[in-house]
């Protein structure tokens, strides 16, 4: 990863987010849940069907690879900057669950026949790859899984693109859950995904960011469902980023960044009401 998380004076800036979890299909809704202004109910989400696929490509997408297009979709549907001129960092904790139980039954049974597109799908940078080819974004790509710590590592190496190379960047940050068995030793509660659009131009932005990393305690979401949304998901780890945001505070937000540390988010804010 781009090593700026450090470097607290560099700056980044947001320029639109999106969210999605049961219950929370978009970012307009989970805003209002954000601020207090209406309460937050569980709803299970709909099957996505990614636009910029190709039917055949649509049909065979994993509910992982819906959920990354999903908050892709959304960002780039909020956001003057073309797709094709981004650069995206894709971060999961768990990558493809469902194709790897999938795989690992086919390698357990006599015929030991494995699925040629499951495995084209096992890497995991699949969702990447496949945004890259579907948004025509021949920009820089990186794909990375940190367990628990998805969330921070997703947001630094997106402000590394973009205090390194210039260049506005999309992240998208995700974890679907697992199918049993897997389930029993990686338990996460719901689908969730976060994404966010951060350039180094200032003009127009949501919120401003900077990052460093150091010792200190997460900061948790006011709100016990979201709570346990935020520690039943290593992807909602960024909701208290997305609160702050949300409610129009300028304040320190820390998300956890490995066992003992935290990367600690100064957040500056536009005026509560942006509804990018």
């Known amino acids: ?10 700056t980044s800036y947001v320029h639109a987010i999106s969210f999605v979890a049961p219950g929370l299909p978009d970012w307009q809704h989970t805003q209002a849940v954000l ?3 209406s309460t937050y ?3 299970e989400l709909a099957t996505y069907q990614p636009t910029l696929l190709p039917p055949n490509e649509r049909r065979r997408a994993s509910p992982t690879v819906r959920m990354a297009f999903r908050i892709a979709e959304q960002l780039t549907r909020n956001t003057t900057t073309s797709a094709a001129q981004l650069a995206c960092v894709f971060s999961s904790s768990d990558g493809d669950m469902a194709i790897a ?49 998805s969330f921070a590592a997703g947001l630094v190496e997106a402000h590394g693109m973009v205090q390194v190379e210039q260049q506005p960047t999309l992240m998208v940050v995700y974890d679907v859950p697992a199918v049993a068995p897997l389930c029993v030793n990686r338990p996460l509660t719901m689908p969730v995904g976060i994404g966010m659009i951060i350039t180094p131009d200032p003009l127009n932005a949501i919120a401003s960011l900077q990052l460093q990393v150091d010792r200190a305690t997460a900061t948790p979401c006011n709100n016990i469902a979201l709570e346990a949304m935020r520690t039943g998901n290593p992807a909602a780890r960024g909701l208290p980023l997305l609160q702050a945001i949300a409610t129009g505070s300028s304040d320190e937000v ?4 490995d066992e003992e540390r935290c990367l600690k988010v100064t957040l500056r804010t536009a005026a509560k009401g942006s509804s990018q």
């Open 101 to 149: 139980h999938r795989i690992c039954n086919a390698l357990a049974d006599a015929t030991r026949l494995v699925s040629p597109t499951d495995f084209h799908n096992s890497v995991h940078n699949a969702a990447a790859g496949y945004w890259s080819i579907a948004a025509n974004a021949k920009g820089p790509s990186t794909a990375i899984a940190v367990f628990d710590f």
């Open 35 to 37: 601020r207090g202004e």
């Open 254 to 257: 820390n998300i956890p960044f």
């Open 41 to 43: 109910q569980a709803a």
């Open 1 to 10: 990863m781009h090593n700026s998380a450090n470097h607290h004076d560099a």
